[in-house]
Each structure stands twice: as C-alpha cells, then as structure tokens.
C-alpha cells in the first residue's frame, strides 16, 4: 500500500509511505477491517460509500 498527499493544485504527488506486506497478512488485514466494520455500522448505521456521498461532501478525486 501507498500512502500519498495529493493537495489541490498540484500537479505531483510523492509517496510519504510504502506498506509491504505479505498475502496472508493482507487477506488477515482485510478480514480483520470487514470485522471492523460492521461492528460501526451496527452501533452507528450504514456507511455510505462514495457513490452515495452527496458531490458538495465528497473529498478526494472527483
């Protein structure tokens, strides 16, 4: 995984960190968030992904 700082207005965007992990780790990671997950969206209610985000909400690339 890379994480990255994309500012408005800017052209470039450098990768501040890289993940490296192994498959099995990966497939536990993401076991481990689905778990996380629907454990919120029990207590909290359903999240919206970004499909359902009304466009005045929405972050990140358009």
């Known amino acids: ?17 890289r993940l490296v992990m192994a ?17 919120y969206e029990e207590r909290h209610g359903e999240i919206k992904s970004s499909g359902q985000t009304p466009p005045e909400k929405q972050i990140g690339f358009q």
């Not at 995984?1 to 960190?17: C, E, Q």
């Not at 536990?28 to 778990?35: S, W």
């Open 23 to 39: 498959p099995q780790n990966v497939k536990a990671f993401v076991r481990a968030l689905q778990d996380n997950i629907a454990k």
């Open 1 to 17: 995984m890379d994480f990255i700082r994309v500012l408005p207005g800017t052209k470039k965007s450098r990768v501040h960190a």
